[in-house]
């Protein structure tokens, strides 16, 4: 059976990354790394040295034994060129976001469709064993409801210019967040600061609240002194911290909350004096995770679905619904902070 052949759209910071990621996924071939600045590809070159590289991206196109094409170019790019890879022909690997815009999301789903090629986006986190880990203790019955959750995601740089802290970063959250509770929210609003460049917002604020009643906070921004990449979730008998930047310990399990406590005599749940809540204290427990790189589970899973058939589980649809908050919440943020409410889904 001959290998899947790749050719890589865009060799800046990510680039690389997803270059080494598939030269090291058994059963794929990385044949092409294209990218508009020849001082990257002579680095490439350097470091790769079989693979082929070209500043035109029609060279991977029109070369019929590349099946797919991953897309590593600035966000605005996306659409536009995931666009020309399928109407090649070509499987396609985007990286977050899907696309900019909704409409050119939905196209691009429905395109690839009917071109019966896959779509995938790189939303990495539901790839990261620590994601999955903290998905499996706060759907665990020990862990109560699932009340809120808050994420934040800042640090200093890298400032963009084609897309603000909201696209740039909270793609990352949304994703996250969409996975661990299994639903899709029905408000966003969302407040923003372009401080540094005018009109590109440095600093972001969303607020997302579910139809069961959730809620989810998400600040993400650049523009910050130091970097802090935490999930916390608190459920109605457990907490959890997920500490993306701490490999000693990505999830810390907080077994603590409240419990009621009757004050009198006889404790009767109608009537509020005969009880009061108090602290309930308990362990701090990190458990181990299989921890392998989320990048290579996610280009192994790819090179995957090619071979095999099947559905990424990070497919157009679940990067088209990340796209529409991304877009409800700019338009909330476009309005000071309105809460807004999100289209629902339709099959596109
Ligand atoms: N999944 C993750 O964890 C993760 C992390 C970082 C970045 N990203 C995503 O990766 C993408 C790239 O981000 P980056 O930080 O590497 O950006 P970058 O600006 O460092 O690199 C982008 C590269 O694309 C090239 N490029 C632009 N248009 C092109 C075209 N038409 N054809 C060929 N090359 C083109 C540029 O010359 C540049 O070298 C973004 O979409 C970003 O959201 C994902």
Not at 98 to 124: C, D, N, P, S, Y
Not at 185 to 205: C, M, N, T, W
Request: include cysteine; aromatic fraction near 8%.
């Amino acid at each position: 059976m001959r290998d899947i052949t790749l050719g890589i759209l865009g060799a800046g910071y990510w680039g690389p990354n997803l270059i080494r990621s598939f030269a090291e996924t058994p059963g794929c071939e990385v044949r092409y790394v294209c990218d508009l600045r020849p001082e990257l590809l002579a680095k490439i070159s350097k470091r790769f040295h079989q693979v082929k590289v070209s500043t035109r991206f029609d060279d991977l196109l029109n070369d019929p034994e590349v099946d797919a094409i991953v897309i590593a170019t600035p966000a605005a790019t996306h659409a536009e060129l995931a666009m020309r890879a399928l109407s090649a022909g070509k499987h396609v690997l985007v990286e977050k976001p899907l696309a900019h815009e909704v409409e050119a999301g939905e196209k691009l789903v429905r395109f690839a469709e009917t071109q019966k090629r896959i779509l995938m986006v790189g939303h990495t986190f539901e790839y990261n064993p620590a994601v999955r880990k903290l998905h499996d203790i706060i759907r665990d019955p020990s862990f109560g409801d699932i009340v809120y959750l808050y994420s934040r995601r800042v640090n200093l740089g890298v400032l963009r210019q084609d897309v603000n802290a909201l696209w740039n970063l909270a793609p990352h959250d949304v994703s996250i967040i969409l996975y661990l509770f299994e639903e899709y929210p029905q408000y966003v609003s969302a407040q923003g600061l372009a401080h540094i460049r005018k009109g590109v917002e440095d600093v972001a604020f969303m607020y997302l609240e579910f139809p069961s009643g959730r809620i989810a906070s998400v600040h993400v921004s650049w523009l910050d002194p130091s970097k802090d990449r935490t999930m916390t979730v608190i459920g109605s008998r457990r907490m959890v911290i997920y500490d993306d930047v701490d490999p000693e310990a990505r999830l810390k399990i907080y077994d603590r909350g409240f419990e009621i406590e009757s004050v009198m005599s006889g404790l009767d749940h109608a009537d509020p004096s005969s009880y009061t809540y108090r602290v309930r204290p308990g362990d701090i427990i990190a458990p181990y995770i299989d921890w392998k790189e989320p990048l290579m589970i996610e280009c192994r899973h790819f090179v995957e679905v090619i071979r095999n058939g099947g559905v990424p589980l990070t497919d157009g649809h679940n990067g088209l619904r990340v796209v529409r908050i991304l877009a409800a919440a700019t338009a909330s943020m476009r309005q000071n902070g309105r809460r807004i409410e999100i289209p629902s889904l339709v099959k596109t």
